[in-house]
């Protein structure tokens, strides 16, 4: 794959975060996703195995993250406050 090609490639998965970012279902997902991960919670819990999978899990949920921060960063915030919103 050349430069040109990789930066196409870039941009449509940017858009294409973007487009799910942007509608309430696809935060939803989004959030699901998250949750399942386990990201913001501990890994850890006495049996090795188990452990190691919630790590993985857990890079999972923050490279989902990081994607969405990077390419949807306002639609982010609103997830972060739907989700405030649904805890209460």
């Given at each position: ?5 990789a ?12 487009f ?57 915030v ?11």
């Amino acid at each position: 794959m050349n430069q040109e090609e990789a930066k196409r490639k870039q941009q449509e998965v940017k858009e294409a975060w973007q487009f799910v970012m942007s509608s309430n279902q696809g935060r939803l997902v989004v959030r699901d996703v998250l949750r399942m991960s386990g990201v913001g919670l501990s890994p850890f819990n006495g049996a090795t195995n188990q452990t190691i999978k919630n790590v993985g899990m857990q890079d999972v949920g923050l490279q989902v993250t990081n994607r969405v921060r990077e390419f949807a960063f306002d639609d982010y915030v609103k997830l972060i406050q739907e989700e405030n919103e649904h805890v209460r």
